[in-house]
Structure formats: C-alpha cells, structure tokens
C-alpha cells in the first residue's frame, strides 16, 4: 500500500479546515440556541415552583435586592437567599416533606457570571434572565430597556405575576396607587 504524498496530505488538511470553516458558524449558533432554550426551561420551572409555593402559603416567596429566591434553609429552619444552580428549594413547614426543587436551577453561564433575577412584594413577582441571542423566541426589547441585570447581563426575558416586565413592581405599585389617590404627595412628585 501506497503513502500518501506531502502534497496529498496538504491537501486533506486544508479540506479539513474548509469543512470547519464553513460548519463553525452553525455548530456555534447551535450551542448558544441550546443555551437559551435551558434558560426559557429553567425559567419554567422556576415559575412553576413558585406558583406551586403560592399555593401552599398563598403569597410568591420573598426576593432579595438582588434578585435571589429566599426559599433556602438556614439555620433554624429560618428563610435565607438561595444560590441559582446549587441550593434545594423545600418546604419548611414542621411535618411537610415537599421538595419544590432539587436544585433551583442557575443560568448555564452561571461560571462566567450570568444568573436569573427574581424579584417579588408577595402578591406579584417577575422572573427573569438573558437570552444571548436578541433572534430568540422570548426575547422582550422592553425589559432590555429597563437595564435590569441578571447577573452581568442585562435580562431581555422573563414572565410575571399581575405585573408588566417593562416596570418595576415598585414603579407599578406606585402607578396603581396614584390611579387611585392622584393628588397624594408623592403621585404629585412623579409627574
């Protein structure tokens, strides 16, 4: 059997190098777009734990400042601010065994810094997270206007209960009362 020749083996090489050349940029968009799909999915079920939540205790669980859960288990069975992608979401009533996550999801770049928000009042709550991709089914140009930030990305996706995401459930609350007392102090102010 024959070798192949030096020019021969160029030749392949640089064959090689077109086919991936010219795949890269589809085997890349593919792996962001798995990328964002985990997200919409995590955000799902995130969704769905705290509507299940809302259903035992008949309030969305309690927010950080920084948009973190505080569902996870302290010290004394006390409510503390839960880690995206290594805390248990369980129920903390003496005699309930439930378990609403495993592990609260983190945003698949969660090492390279990106993460969700949460942010709630009890009665509502916004749920949010960043897509990389601005093609992406989800994707809310409004949010992305708000600078609200998921970790160090600004959030551009997200789902709500009885609030906008465009809005701040502050700045919603606010509205909502000056709809009702339009000449108290403070709706004269935000004018």
């Known amino acids: 059997m024959k070798r192949f020749t030096k020019p021969e083996i160029i030749s392949l090489i640089v064959i090689f190098l077109v086919l991936i050349g010219v795949s890269w940029p589809n085997f890349a968009l593919s792996l962001r777009r798995a990328r964002d799909q985990i997200r919409r999915d995590d955000v799902g079920n995130i969704q769905a734990a705290i509507d299940s939540y809302y259903a035992d205790y008949g309030i969305f669980p309690a927010s950080t400042p920084d948009g973190k859960l505080v569902v996870c288990k302290g010290i004394n069975n006390i409510m503390i601010p839960c880690n995206y992608g290594h805390d248990t979401w369980v ?32 009665s ?3 749920l949010l997270a960043s897509l990389e991709g601005i093609d992406e089914p989800g994707y809310d140009a409004k949010l992305t206007d708000r600078k609200v930030m998921c970790g160090n990305r600004i959030c551009n996706i997200g789902r ?17 009362y000056c709809g009702q007392h339009p ?9």
Do not use: H, W
């Not at 000449?183 to 004018?191: E, F, I, Q």
């Open 91 to 122: 129920n903390l009533t003496p005699g309930v065994d439930k378990t609403y996550m495993r592990v609260i999801p983190g945003d698949p770049d969660l090492s390279r810094g990106a993460s969700y928000a949460y942010f709630s009042d009890g």
């Open 124 to 126: 509502r709550y916004q």
């Open 160 to 176: 709500s209960n009885n609030v906008p995401l465009y809005i701040s459930i502050e700045e919603y609350d606010l509205q909502i």
């Open 183 to 191: 000449k108290d102090t403070k709706c004269l102010k935000t004018k």
